[in-house]
C-alpha cells in the first residue's frame, strides 16, 4: 500500500509507544542460563575492554539500535535523536524501512542520518518482500547510498506481513534473488527478521553467497504479529500468532552451529547488558536493541545515550563477574543452564 505507507510507520510507531507489544508468554530464553559467575576474576572492571568493529568501522561496544523508523515526520526527530546519540555512544544505527524513501522520495531527509553519526555504521533496510515488487539491485544501492550507509538489512517478515492489512503474501521464488543480490549489490548486505526468527537453514543456504550478518532477530522482545493486530483491529484477536516465533537464543545458537563463520546479530528482546553479555557467550558477534529506544528517543538524545550507556555499563560488569577481560575471552566462557545452578 504505497500511498499509505508514512502513515502505517506511524501507527506502528505509536502502537509500539502505547503498547503492549512484547510476547507475554514465550521467552528470549537468555533467562535459562546463566554467564559461570567468579568470586575472583583477575579482571579489573576499568580495563575491561568492550570495543569491536563492523563494516570497517569502529564499535565501542558490540551494540547497534535497531532498525525502527523513516519516513513518518516524528520519524526524522527520532532518527536523528538515534543518530546522535549513537554516534556519542559509539554503538551502530540500523534504519527502519526505506521502501517508502524509493517510491516517496521526498522521505529521504527522514533517513538522512550521516550528518549526526559521521564515524559509526549505519545500515539502510528494505524488506525481501519487495524484490518480488520490482525491487532490484539498483533500488538497493539507490537506498544505500541516498542515505550514506554502509550497508542494507533485507528484513523477511511473512508473519508480520500475514498479520498486516494489505500485506504482502507472496514470498514465493524470493531464495534465488537473495542469493544473488550480494554480488549484484556490491555492497555489504544482511538478512534480518522482525522479532520472530531467522531459521539456521536459512542462515546456512546465504552465508556462502556473501552476506555481511545475518540478524536472528528472534522472539521474546516485540512481537509484529502483536502490533500489526493492535494497529488493525486494535486488539488481539490471534493471541496463537502473536507468540508465534523462534526464540533469539534458540535462533542464535542454531544459526552459529549452522553457520560457524558468519557475522550473527542478535536481537529480538535484548533486555540488559547482562543480556548482551550472554548473547556474545553464546554465539552472537554483536547484539541489536530497539524498542527500549523508542520512548526514550521520543525524549531527547540525552535518554536514548542513557539507556545505551547502561547497556554498555552493564555489559562491562558483567564480563568483570565473568572473569572476561575482552569480547574474545567472553566469547571462550560457555554459559550453563540456569536449573544447574538454581
Ligand atoms: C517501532 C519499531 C519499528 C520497526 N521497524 C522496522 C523496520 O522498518 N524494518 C525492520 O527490519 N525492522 C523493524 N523493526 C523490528 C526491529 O528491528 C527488531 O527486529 C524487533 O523489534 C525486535 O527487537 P526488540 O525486541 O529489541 O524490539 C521495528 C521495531 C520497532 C520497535
Known amino acids: 500500500m504505497p500511498d499509505d505507507a508514512p502513515t502505517r510507520k506511524r501507527r506502528h510507531v505509536d502502537a509500539c509507544l502505547a503498547g503492549p507489544v512484547t510476547y507475554r508468554t514465550r521467552t528470549t530464553g537468555f533467562e535459562r542460563i ?6 575472583l576474576p583477575e579482571t579489573d572492571l576499568a580495563t575491561i575492554d568492550v570495543r569491536t568493529s563492523f563494516l570497517r568501522r569502529p564499535l565501542a561496544a558490540p ?11 516524528l520519524s526524522a526527530t527520532l532518527n536523528a535523536r538515534l543518530a546522535t546519540a549513537a554516534q556519542r555512544v559509539g554503538v551502530g544505527m540500523m534504519l527502519g524501512s526505506q521502501r517508502v524513501m524509493l517510491e516517496h522520495p521526498e522521505a529521504t531527509a527522514t533517513f538522512a542520518v550521516r550528518e549526526h553519526a559521521p564515524d559509526v555504521p549505519i545500515v539502510g533496510n528494505l524488506g525481501v518482500a519487495q524484490l518480488r515488487r520490482g525491487f532490484g539491485p539498483e533500488e538497493v544501492r539507490r537506498a544505500i547510498d541516498a542515505v550514506d550507509a554502509d550497508a542494507l538489512a533485507l528484513h523477511a517478515n511473512p ?3 500475514a498479520m498486516q492489512d494489505g500485506g504482502d503474501g507472496d514470498f514465493r521464488e524470493l531464495l534465488p534473488a537473495l542469493r544473488a543480490l550480494p554480488a549484484a549489490v556490491g555492497r555489504p548486505l544482511l538478512l534480518k527478521e522482525v522479532g520472530h526468527g531467522l531459521a539456521a537453514d536459512l542462515v546456512a543456504h546465504l552465508a556462502p553467497h556473501g552476506y555481511a550478518a545475518f540478524d536472528v532477530a528472534g522472539a521474546g522482545g516485540t512481537s509484529w504479529a502483536r502490533v500489526e493486530q493492535w494497529v488493525r483491529f486494535g486488539e488481539v484477536r490471534s493471541e496463537d500468532l502473536a507468540e508465534w516465533g523462534i526464540p533469539t537464543l534458540r ?6 552451529a549452522a553457520a560457524p563463520a558468519a557475522t550473527l546479530i542478535a536481537s529480538g528482546g535484548i533486555r540488559s547488558g547482562l543480556d548482551v553479555a550472554k548473547a556474545i557467550a553464546s554465539g552472537a558477534d554483536l547484539v541489536a536493541v530497539a524498542l527500549p529506544l523508542l520512548e526514550p528517543a521520543t525524549r531527547s538524545v540525552d535518554a536514548v545515550e542513557a539507556v545505551l550507556r547502561r547497556y554498555v555499563a552493564d555489559l562491562r560488569v558483567a564480563m568483570h563477574g565473568a572473569g572476561a577481560s575482552d569480547l574474545a575471552a567472553l566469547r571462550r566462557i560457555a554459559p550453563i543452564p540456569r536449573d544447574a545452578t538454581a
Open 34 to 39: 546463566d554467564l559461570p559467575y567468579r568470586a
Open 251 to 256: 535462533a542464535l545458537r542454531e544459526a552459529r
Open 63 to 73: 551494540l547497534l539500535i535497531g532498525a525502527m523508523t523513516g519516513g513518518a515526520d
Open 159 to 161: 508473519l508480520q506481513e
